[in-house]
């Protein structure tokens, strides 16, 4: 019997023991692949020690900005990078939660959700001081995060973002930011020190940086990142916004990458590297070694995912509140997904345009979600779309990033064997 | 003709007399998608706004090539009348991020080359707050603006506050249809209720003031309904098929109130009026009874369902909700736990926007009615 509120012991000694086994099995070629798993360790211990140390603990979704909560001390629990993490690592993946919660709420709400809402309900994870989450970009946050805190008894805050991204709503989003810091410290008994924020708001601008010169580098032929590290890396740049640890990862990011870039080297060689795909849209989190099937089946490369397509600008000024407000709320209406699928479809279509060119796509992959109505209702123009401006094919397939029983992995294969006799034999 | 026998007929087809007098005069019709569209706004520039629905819609097949089938039938329906001609007769229409699935009608019809020339798209906040409102006032402005040079008319603050008055008046006569729906007797079943809602979306709205008007006067004199197993309430999302509620009336429940956007959230709180007009629409619009599209009102919306219940004397609550709506589908979770607390009985059903599956609902609303039946 498993001990009640231990996940988020279990998703950081799953990250553990995958830190340990990279660093073991692949550290003298490639120490790299053990570093996102040692900053997602830590990131796990701190929220499991989060309330024992004194700190509050917040959930926060994935468009949600990290760097207020650490300037105040509240440890940012992202919510989706710890259910991909049960669906990832964890035996049994994350359909025990999800089945436990399909007796309360539907079952076509979004696995990440549902995830969330059976663990609470099963006890496995301790309830936050309080729940934060943006407007945008789906229903299913908005279905389910309010309806949690209300009926477990936590603080909810929901920023607010509106459909149009114009400097009206750019400012309404500042003083939404404006509003959370003020009701943070009303719930924490917190003042913000403007000094912390700050050096926070530094160590954020660093990473973002960093983050727009590696993005550069990772449009290189051959790609220097594996398929793998190009999706999950997407992980610590959500959990540590505004952390010295992820400025250091990026910095050794960042040399790595360049010298690869300057010696031509890749992760595939230039001869191996057949395919470069462009994952427009979702990814298996329950079997990452998808991508590295592909890498071997079919020399595809999975250059670039929208989740991890970060290309947000640094703060600009950080000298008082209002201007760091404004900087944020511009970084957290363009956080990855939160922007493509928020607001009118051209949001969507353009950006993914551009990440195709960009990363010099042979091909885009549309790995639909099934709960992200809002995307599949655009799905088919998407595909017409890249087809006329880049003349590339789009593989559209159904799949639930947390819940194999949707698509199996060895069904999801299938589509790529059928796509790629179709298109590139 | 009784009242009630001419506002039912208004809701057999898309167009009625009413609507095709409208455009013999060469005046504008507007269709929108969700009760947090001001329609006051569109009456007061004398455009008629028209409720997009798609009764006994019986096939998707066009609307499916574009949208998926996660996508909620009620929107691919719609979808399909555009792209059959069905809403030829409108000459504009509005939408707003009530839902992804609405939301994403705005652009399919803009790339699929069945806009109109007026498409406007009205972004609502997801939380009631002043800041929200003084957004959505500007929304609300922007609106105007796009009326009145989309269709070269000037919307007056005088024709606003008579357009607001009007609709007023309709929130009120409609309250009073509620309160004999609170009757012991009552005199309506909720099949004909939700007609009667429905005829207001689709007829100008000084012409359904004077029906209602009628229909008040004749249900003063009509003999009430009493020989029924139990009183249900209807709660969930947009539910805009009569026959939906005659499929649970046939077994003997009687619907006697609910908590929709086809119900009584559209018209429970008036537009109190005040200096800014703009900001007493934004105001109204937000604070009125939610949809479970506002993030910061899942307890007040179970609060109102109960609410809505006791005063009704319902019997149990029938939720319901179209599949691949995950607004209500969430709010489901307190939902239960709030009647259960109150010993309210709740039925939840999900549905599709076809009434194909009558069975299934029969069997389901049967059980319940023996549950819950007097």
């Known amino acids: 019997m498993e001990k009640k509120g231990d996940i988020l012991t279990a998703v950081a000694g799953a990250s553990s023991l995958i830190r340990d086994t990279m660093a073991s099995k692949f550290g003298n070629k490639h120490p790299e692949w053990a570093w996102t798993n040692a900053l997602l360790a830590d990131y796990f211990e701190t929220a499991r020690q989060a309330k024992e140390s004194g700190r509050p603990l917040a959930w926060v979704n994935f468009c949600t900005i990290g760097e207020i909560f650490w300037a105040m001390d509240i440890v940012p629990l992202v919510i989706d990078v710890m259910t991909g993490v049960v669906a990832m690592a964890l035996p049994g993946g994350a359909i025990k939660y999800i089945d436990l919660a399909e007796q309360h709420i539907p079952d076509h709400i979004c696995s990440n959700n549902k995830t969330c809402v059976g663990a609470a309900l099963a006890g496995d994870l301790p309830m936050p001081d309080m729940i934060v989450h943006q407007s945008a970009p789906c229903d299913s946050n908005l279905a389910t995060f309010p309806v949690i805190a209300e009926c477990f008894g936590s603080s909810y805050f929901c920023i607010d973002v509106p459909y149009w991204r114009n400097e009206a709503g750019f400012e309404y989003v500042a003083g939404e930011i404006k509003r959370l810091i003020s009701w943070l410290e009303d719930k924490t008994g917190r003042k913000l020190d403007m000094d912390r924020l700050k050096q926070v708001m530094a160590y954020s601008n660093l990473a973002h940086e960093y983050i727009l010169k590696i993005n550069q580098l990772r449009e290189a032929i051959p790609c220097p990142y594996s398929s793998i590290e190009t999706i999950s890396e997407y992980a610590v740049v959500l959990a540590l916004a505004g952390k010295p640890e992820l400025v250091d990862y990026l910095r050794r990011r960042y040399e790595l990458t360049k010298g690869r870039v300057e010696r031509g080297e890749g992760h595939l060689s230039r001869d191996q590297e057949k395919i470069r795909l462009a994952w427009i849209y979702g990814a298996p989190a329950f079997d990452f070694t998808i991508f590295s099937w592909l890498e071997r089946q079919y020399g595809a490369v999975s250059v670039a995912n929208m989740n991890n397509n970060f290309i947000i600008r640094p703060v600009e000024d950080i000298s008082d509140l209002n201007k760091i407000a404004r900087g944020l709320a511009t970084k957290l209406v363009e956080m990855p997904m939160g922007r493509e699928c928020g607001g009118p479809w051209e949001n969507y279509v353009d950006a993914m345009i551009d990440l195709c060119r960009r990363s010099k796509a042979d091909a885009a992959i549309f790995a639909g979600h099934v709960a992200c109505k809002h995307n599949w209702a655009i799905a088919k123009l998407v595909k017409d779309r890249i087809y006329d401006e880049l003349r590339i094919p789009t593989l559209i397939f159904e799949m639930d990033v947390y819940d194999p029983r949707i698509a199996s992995s060895e069904n999801i294969k299938a589509k790529f064997d059928e796509f790629f006799g179709a298109f590139f034999e | ?374």
């Open chain 2, 1 to 374: 003709m009784s009242a009630l026998e001419e506002l039912v007929g208004l809701t057999r087809d898309l167009t009625n007399p009413a609507v095709q007098d409208w455009k013999a005069k060469k005046r504008k019709i507007v269709g929108h998608f969700c009760s947090y569209v001001p329609e006051e706004m569109l009456y007061a520039a004398n455009v008629l706004p028209y409720r997009v629905r798609a009764p006994h819609c019986a096939e998707t097949t066009l609307a499916d090539v574009y949208m998926s089938h996660f996508n909620c039938s009620f929107v691919r329906s719609c979808l399909q009348f555009v792209y059959e001609g069905k809403y030829n007769f409108l000459d504009g229409f509005v939408f707003t991020n009530s839902c992804d699935h609405t939301r994403r009608l705005y652009d399919v019809m803009r790339e699929t080359g069945v806009g109109k020339p007026f498409m406007h798209f009205l972004s609502v906040p997801h939380k009631v707050s002043v800041q929200s409102v003084a957004y959505y006032r500007d929304e609300i402005s922007k609106f105007k603006e796009n009326i009145e040079n989309s269709f070269g008319v000037e919307i007056s603050e005088k024709n606003l506050k008579e357009a607001i008055q009007v609709y007023n008046e309709t929130r009120h006569l409609l309250r009073r249809l509620y309160e004999l729906r609170q009757e012991k007797a009552p005199p309506l079943t909720g099949e004909e209720s939700l007609s009667i809602l429905l005829a207001g979306t689709a007829i100008p709205r000084d012409q359904y003031n004077e029906l209602l008007k009628r229909l008040l006067e004749e249900l003063s004199r009509k003999k009430g309904i009493s020989d029924y197993k139990a009183r249900l309430m209807i709660a969930g999302g947009g539910c805009d098929n009569p026959d939906y509620y005659g499929a649970m009336e046939e077994l003997g429940g009687l619907i006697v109130t609910d908590s929709l956007c086809f119900g009584s959230r559209y018209f429970w709180e008036p537009v109190e009026l005040g200096d800014d007009l703009l900001l007493s629409l934004a105001k109204a619009y937000l604070s009125r009874p939610s949809c479970a599209n506002m993030a910061d009102k899942v307890a007040e919306r179970s609060e109102f369902v109960k609410e809505m219940a006791e005063r009704s004397k319902a019997d149990g609550v029938v939720f319901q909700r179209m599949r691949y709506c995950d607004l209500w589908g969430g709010q489901l979770l307190h939902l239960e736990n709030r009647l259960k607390e109150a010993n309210i009985p709740l039925l939840a059903l999900e549905r599709e926007y076809r009434l194909d599956d009558v069975g299934r609902l029969r069997t389901r609303v049967q059980a319940f009615l023996e549950r819950i039946g007097r």
